[in-house]
């Protein structure tokens, strides 16, 4: 990442010292006793897992930036380009979690039960991230070295699963606790300064989410059924979204992951694909076909005017051009895809990374500067009301619980769109930025009424199959700031269509595709184990073969 982190990471740094290798893993032995200077604050510590967290998912993180290229969301000339990303969030997310499990053990015995049970249900979240994203890993033996388990057995993710539900249950419990707590969290709590009837409803929304990745595999409508019986129990409101908030850029950098092509000197590595931009004009001949999305200006922020415009020209030849919008392809080749295109690259615009709208005015970012691009301040968005409801409107279509699913799946969309005035609005604020803009609510525009009209007269006239697609592909752009759930959603359902360049694959045009791409690699159903888990670690399995390799919810 090219940003700076918070003022609170140095801090924390001094005083917890947690080793990178999952396997050799050694925590500072930590006095309970409140007056010695030596115990971590809980409040610390949780603040410091929520930012690694999300750090490690979201988009322009290593994990995130990975599974948006492997989702076709963005493109760009790193690993992930061709199939090749390794171990991404790995060490992260363990790091993340042998600090939760501090806050469990620390915030139950200085009876901080609130704390506690937070700490449990982001730790339930963080590993079924992990299980999706790997599948079996180290779970039952992992941070057991107190113990004497210095090699900790990788557990299958089927098992894993259940016991994350059960954790979940713990985590509110915990948070219901009648007990007097010594404190609970307030402003430390980054997600939702302390509101723990918001904690609960992340909680059971994440336990609905789990249900449905599983639900190929799995009889799980007495549960789903009895989690949507209650709506209010669930994320069901703007207000409610369960996100992670970064701020603007100040006396420190604490803007967004994904706003890092803004500072950026060199840029190429987190480009928007061509691929999702041909399916959002309405040019897929397959999905959404004629039907124009009104986010791609929200979306995509054009450093070049369209030839005839005010700033044309590229600075050297380009790989994929559509008027102002400008990028490369998965898998190409040639000079056009590696030379220096900094200040012609379209960029993630104001709603994927807090950047610029695109108002046409196809000014170069390093002609606006760092400061004045955008805030950066989007929030992380691990899960929201529209998310929920796209879960809901997938389990109608699959049969497992009943209900109207073009009535939901129309509330998803106008919940997709009012997540982004939503956010604009309360998070991102566009007019406080060094070069202020004033962005037109999307919701209550008249192309966006158009587009949804459309969506739901082709939902109409499709198959079960086809539904379903929909209801996929409108969630995968909808989570375009989180494609850690697209990659997992693509895997277990088949949605939406992805790019697939032969030979490996069948599809190899876009409307504009001129230029040869290059990728031998199946599509990987996993990633690989950590290099430095397996070398090190005597009960790890060998490396897998990632285009194999399935999670145990795949079908």
Same mark, same amino acid.
Request: charged share 20%; glycine share 8%.
């Given at each position: ?36 200077? #030596? ?24 994990? &995130? ?35 939760? !499990? ?122 789903? #059924? ?13 207000? *409610? ?6 701020? @603007?850029? &100040?006396? #420190?950098? !604490? ?64 790989? +994929? ?105 309360? +998070? ?31 939902? !109409? ?7 379903? *697609?929909?209801?996929? $592909? *409108? ?52 990633? @690989? +184990? ?7 670690? $005597?009960?790890?399995? @060998? ?13």
């Amino acid at each position: 990442m090219r940003r700076k982190n918070h003022f609170i990471y140095f801090f924390i740094a001094l005083i917890v010292l947690v080793a990178g290798i999952t396997s050799c893993k050694k925590f500072l032995d930590v006095n309970k006793n409140l007056n010695d200077p #030596t115990a971590v604050p809980v409040s610390l510590l949780l603040s410091k897992c929520e930012r690694d967290i999300a750090a490690n998912i979201a988009l322009g993180s290593g994990l &995130g930036s990975t599974m948006s290229i492997y989702t076709h969301q963005t493109t760009g000339r790193v690993g992930a380009d061709r199939y090749g990303a390794g171990s991404a969030g790995w060490d992260g997310l363990y790091g993340a979690i042998a600090n939760l !499990d501090v806050i469990i053990t620390q915030g139950t015995a200085e009876t901080r039960f609130t704390y506690a049970g937070i700490a449990k249900i982001l730790k339930a979240y963080a590993f079924s991230i992990l299980v999706d994203v790997y599948g079996d890993v180290p779970y039952s033996e992992f941070d057991q070295f107190e113990s004497g388990i210095t090699q900790p057995k990788f557990d299958k993710g089927s098992d894993i699963y259940p016991k994350l539900i059960a954790l979940i249950d713990e985590g509110i419990n915990d948070i219901n606790n009648t007990a007097p707590n010594a404190s609970k969290p307030s402003s430390d709590d980054f997600i939702y300064k302390g509101n723990t009837t918001n904690w609960k409803k992340a909680a059971n929304t994440i336990k609905l989410k789990l249900y449905t990745q599983v639900r190929r595999v799995q009889d799980v409508k007495a549960a789903v #059924t009895a989690l949507l019986a209650t709506p209010a129990n669930l994320i069901n409101a703007q207000a *409610e979204n369960f996100m992670m908030p970064y701020g @603007p850029f &100040g006396t #420190t950098d !604490d803007r967004h992951p994904a706003y890092g092509d803004y500072t950026a000197t060199q840029r190429g590595g987190q480009l928007f694909s061509p691929w999702m931009y041909e399916i959002m004009k309405g040019r897929n001949a397959n999905i959404l076909n004629g039907i124009a999305d009104p986010r791609i200006p929200y979306y995509i922020y054009n450093q070049k005017s369209a030839p005839g415009g005010s700033n044309p020209t590229p600075e050297i030849c380009t790989k +994929f051009r559509d008027g102002g919008f400008i990028t490369i392809f998965f898998g190409s080749n040639g000079n056009c895809r590696d030379g220096s295109n900094s200040n012609t690259y379209s960029l993630l615009g104001l709603y994927p990374a807090g950047g610029r709208f695109n108002d046409s005015s196809a000014i170069a970012i390093n002609t606006i500067t760092a400061q004045k691009a955008g805030t950066g301040a989007l929030p992380h968005q691990f899960i929201t009301y529209a998310d929920r409801l796209f879960l809901e409107a997938e389990l109608i279509n699959a049969g497992v619980i009943t209900g109207d699913q073009k009535t939901v799946f129309s509330k998803a969309l106008d919940e997709s769109f009012a997540q982004m005035d939503y956010i604009i609005t309360n +998070f991102i604020k566009p007019g406080s930025a060094g070069s202020p803009q004033t962005v037109p609510a999307i919701a209550t525009l008249a192309a966006t009424t158009t587009y949804k009209t459309a969506v739901l007269a082709a939902f !109409d006239a499709g198959t079960t199959a086809k539904k379903l *697609e929909y209801i996929m $592909t *409108e969630k995968w752009i909808n989570r375009i700031e989180n494609p850690v759930d697209s990659y997992t959603d693509y895997r277990r359902t088949g949605y939406p269509v992805m790019f697939a360049p032969a030979p490996a694959g069948t599809v190899t045009t876009v409307s504009d595709y001129s230029n040869p791409v290059q990728c031998d690699r199946p599509y990987p159903l996993s990633l @690989p +184990f950590s290099t430095d888990e397996i070398s090190r670690n $005597t009960n790890a399995p @060998p490396q897998k073969v990632p285009e194999i390799y399935k999670v145990f919810w795949q079908p």
